[in-house]
């Protein structure tokens, strides 16, 4: 199979429409209440649609609370703001998703982060180029730690090395999708173009 990525609108993933075609009663009556639902849907939507799996069944719970299922790909799902991406692999992978935008301190948040070598390599980049440099790096930290079955609470931990950004025997890809970038990470190469498969806007 290799890697498919998939690429959504969380308010147009969770519709009651699509909700209730691709995803099974346990797994809907599993889902959170409250701001977390439409996303929490959202993603498992994007997974069945991808995976190809009608009425998604009620997923099982990993390392650290990483989704998954023995009839599924491993997966991963990731949010922001008002997106989700998932992506599927023959191993595990990981994936992150951030909206470009301004951060406050984001500077203090690299040097409490990445490795010193990487916060000093940032620390030097004309400062326009800062924050797109360190939203690189953030993505690429949060895809391997996921790949990995961590939490974001582990990043710190990481010493990723900056002409790869992963540890030996992994790899990762970063690409732009509307104003958002993806990173995913997984044990085997990813094709040097690559782009989702699916995009639900």
Known sequence: MGYRLGFGDVARLSEDALVKYWLSPELVAAAPAGNRRPVWLAGRVLLAMLAENKALPLLETGLNGKPQHPELPHFNISNSAAYVAVLLGDNAVGCDLELLRPRKR????????????????????PEDEQLPAFWKLWTAHEAVV????????????????????????????????????????????????????????
């Open 106 to 125: 984001f500077m203090g948040v690299a040097q409490h982060s990445f490795a010193p070598e990487l916060y000093a390599w940032l620390a030097n980049l």
């Open 146 to 201: 996921k790949q990995q079955g961590g939490t974001v609470w582990q990043i710190t931990a990481l010493k990723l090395p900056l002409e790869t950004l992963c540890p030996p025997g992994r790899h990762l890809l970063h690409l732009r999708v509307h104003n958002t970038l993806i990173a995913c990470c997984g044990e085997d190469k990813f094709p040097e173009v690559i782009a989702p498969e699916l995009i639900v806007i």
